[in-house]
């Protein structure tokens, strides 16, 4: 299966702050499908991003990724208070569809 | 606007089996493909399996011999059948609707194995 490894583990950044997070893929994610999905406590994950860039519905254009192959960037440009969360990336190239551990984006 | 509900025990004893709904209102599930997820604190997010609005499945490699999916398109509804529970089948189950990616989610129910 496609192990996904996402870093940092954790991220320390104020409002207004750039946001770079990575996730990195043991084999080539198939047609890029690769998908970022913010999640905040006691809700479920909320899709961001598919096809490695481009947003889901109502997603604002703060939020931004890219990559190819093995390795996948979601950015947030200018944090807002609401961003702070848990970001996950999962990959649905290949089966079993994989998801990554996840990087939490917390207010320092 | 499609919204799932996910639907079940919220507690179950160990060997038996675990069976779930999600109800989809606002749309019709005949159209899409639909998943099964979990979350767990020591396995994080796993996908389980998915069922198309006609009934064919795909299941994860590590679930399979255990799960078993349906789709009931006349009550708007797919389910999930998980036997032979052991205490790390603890987790919060979501059902989501499948376009490749996951574009929409029940809001989860947390189902615990124990005795």
Redesign the interface.
């Known amino acids: 299966e496609n192990v996904l490894t996402q870093s940092p583990g954790t991220l320390s950044l104020s409002p207004g702050e750039r946001a770079s997070l990575s996730c990195r893929a043991s084999q080539n994610v198939n047609s890029n499908?690769l998908?970022w999905?913010q999640q905040k406590p006691g809700?479920?994950?909320?899709?961001l991003i598919?096809?490695a860039s481009s947003r889901?519905t109502g997603i604002p254009d703060r939020f931004s990724a890219s990559g190819s192959g093995t390795d996948f960037t979601l950015t947030i440009s200018r944090l807002e208070p609401e961003d702070f969360a848990v970001y996950?990336c999962?990959q649905?190239g290949s089966?079993?569809?994989?998801?990554?551990?996840?990087t939490k984006v917390h207010i320092k | 606007q499609v919204q799932l509900q996910e639907s079940g025990p919220g507690l179950v004893k160990p060997s038996e089996t675990l069976s779930l709904s999600c109800t989809a209102s606002g749309g019709s599930i005949s159209t899409y493909y639909w998943s099964w997820i979990r979350q767990s604190a020591g396995k994080?997010?796993?996908?389980i399996g998915h069922i198309s609005g006609s009934g064919s499945t795909?299941c994860?490699?590590?679930l399979k011999s255990r799960v078993t999916m349906s789709v009931d398109t006349s009550k708007n509804q797919f389910s999930l059948k998980l036997n032979s529970l052991i205490a790390a089948d603890t987790a919060v189950y979501?059902c989501?609707r499948l376009?490749?990616?996951?574009?929409?989610?029940?809001?989860?129910i947390l189902v615990t194995v124990s005795s």
Do not use: C, K, V
């Open positions: 499908f998908a999905y809700q479920a994950p909320r899709l598919y096809g889901a996950f999962q649905y089966s079993p569809f994989t998801f990554g551990p996840g | 994080g997010l796993e996908w795909s994860n490699p590590s979501y989501a376009r490749g990616h996951l574009d929409l989610w029940g809001r989860g």
